[in-house]
């Protein structure tokens, strides 16, 4: 085990710069124009890339520091000064696998400012400083010790799995080092402890007199929020009942704050002349759809306090709420990367299939697919591209099938695909349509083509099948049969 916190005593110091230290501690006194302007100044090319930051984030043409303080807002250029000079410190150069992290450290300082900001917090930009810290710790980790952080990294795609392989590694996880790294670096523990704690629950306290305490709140659901964009959708209803309870935020309230969030992100990414982004599209869905949770659930709020003289209507606001949950379990059962329906959808849904076709002999069929040598893909355009690949044909299935139709990502490269026909008929030709569309789509990477193809297993319904799994089973046997054959063909017998 490596005895990180012992390494960073030792080194920790030279990782941030002082000037950049003393930008971070002095805001907790307030943010000074002068103290800004000099740092500015003092720095070689700082000066330069900060106002080609504000002009980019403003569509604003500004020669003067103090012109663009007077633009934008000593808070906004603060920010915007504290992206330009974490990126020189941490990501010189675009990087596969740090720019993602570096980009959510972005949204998660985005939210965390924006949640502070509904609060009305004082100096809302402290929780913006310690968001932006979150992961410091992996940069640190990616230039001291590289194979760990791909053990890290590499293997693990969600933060439980990641801290997981951190404490094993070094006995500690991401969050821990982080705080260690930036007292080392000396920085104030107002900024230091919130980055300590953004991933226990247990420590935060509701919003109240305590300032170190309410910015720790805010990162911590800042934090929350930006895994639930980039990793576990399944944490929406947790987090919204946690959100109400600890900082009375209902969900018109949380509808302003991812807006802005969002719009706020974006605007930092721009500035920082970042156009490959890692965040995901689908969350205008889940904002648009809580827009309409929240306008329900506002009015059911509202009558739960006339309850004694209504209760008439306690059934017909009940039932709301249920509506509510299953549309929430509904966007639960989507893949989060494709937007395809996941494992779980497919197994309650083909469960219901099977009902029907045995008791009313309404037939369908099963389509088991797989991306050809998608390995090779990975290895050797990296795990983007594969992300790209996978979102691209799940797009070309769903424009192919029927509305009626339905897909789900059961693994990695792995497809089922539900289709309603006539017995006998339909499966096969849907099957070889998908494959001829997805053989003759173009898949670019850096100017190149990459050759995509699928594999396809048809099986339809049959009285005899006893259960959906056995129909599955017959299915992947087909697709089996249609790799060992060669891939890119359709096995229906």
């Known amino acids: ?76 250029c603060y920010i915007l000064l504290l992206n330009v000079i974490l990126k020189d410190l941490v990501l010189a150069e675009p990087n596969p696998v740090l720019s993602p992290i570096f980009e959510m450290q972005l949204f998660t300082a985005a939210s965390s400012y924006f949640l502070a900001k509904k609060c009305k917090l004082p100096d809302a930009h402290l929780a913006y400083v310690s968001g932006l810290l979150t992961n410091i710790s992996y940069f640190y980790i990616f230039s001291s010790h590289p194979s760990e952080f791909r053990q890290i990294i590499e293997k693990n795609d969600n933060s439980i799995k990641r801290m997981t392989s951190e404490w094993e590694i070094f006995g500690l996880d991401h969050a821990e080092i982080s705080y260690i790294l930036l007292e080392y670096s000396g920085l104030n523990s107002e900024i230091t402890e919130p980055v300590r704690y953004h991933h226990q629950k247990t420590i935060q306290r509701s919003i109240g007199s305590d300032n170190k305490d309410n910015y720790s709140l805010c990162l911590y659901f800042g934090s929350v929020l930006s895994n639930i964009f980039y990793e576990d959708l399944n944490l929406a209803t947790e987090f919204r009942k946690e959100i109400k309870n600890l ?38 869905i889940i904002s648009r759809f809580d827009t309409q949770i ?25 039932k709301v709420l249920e509506d509510n949950s299953r549309k929430l379990v509904g966007i639960a059962l ?124 048809v099986a339809d319904y049959y009285p005899e099948v006893k259960s959906a799994q056995e129909l599955i089973k017959i299915s992947d046997e087909r697709l089996y049969k249609a790799k060992n054959e060669g891939r890119n063909r359709v096995v229906e017998k």
């Open 247 to 284: 900082m009375n935020l209902y969900s018109d309230n949380l509808e302003d704050i991812v807006d802005g969030s969002v719009d706020f992100f974006k605007v930092c990414l721009k500035s920082l002349y970042i156009k490959d982004i890692y965040f995901p599209g689908y969350f205008k």
């Open 1 to 76: 085990m490596i005895d990180i916190a012992f390494e960073i005593k030792n080194t920790g110091k030279t990782f941030m710069p002082a000037y950049f230290v003393d930008l971070l501690n002095s805001s907790l006194n307030g943010l000074s124009q002068k103290e800004i302007t000099n740092i500015i100044n003092s720095r070689d090319g700082l000066k330069d890339k900060f106002l080609e930051s504000v002009i980019k984030a403003a569509g604003t043409n500004v020669t003067t520091v103090e012109k663009a303080i007077d633009v934008l807002g000593i808070e906004y």
């Open 334 to 457: 989507l893949d989060p990367l494709t937007g395809a329906f996941n494992r779980r959808y497919l197994d309650e849904k083909l469960h219901d299939e099977f009902l029907k076709a045995k008791r009313y002999g309404i037939n369908f069929t099963l389509i088991s697919c797989d991306i050809d040598h998608f390995k090779k893909i990975n290895d050797t355009y990296g795990h983007g591209f594969g992300d790209t690949v996978l979102v691209k044909l799940v797009a070309i299935i769903k424009s192919t099938i029927r509305k009626t139709d339905y897909v789900a990502r059961i693994g990695g490269e792995e497809f089922v695909i539900v289709c309603h026909s006539q017995a006998g008929s339909g499966g096969c030709s849907i099957a070889e349509k998908i494959r001829k569309v997805i053989e003759n789509s173009v898949f670019e990477y850096k100017e190149n083509i990459v050759p995509v193809t699928m594999s396809f297993g």
């Open 294 to 318: 929240a306008m329900i659930t506002s009015e059911f709020d509202m009558t739960q306090k006339k309850i004694a003289d209504l209760n008439s209507q306690t059934i017909k606001y009940q």
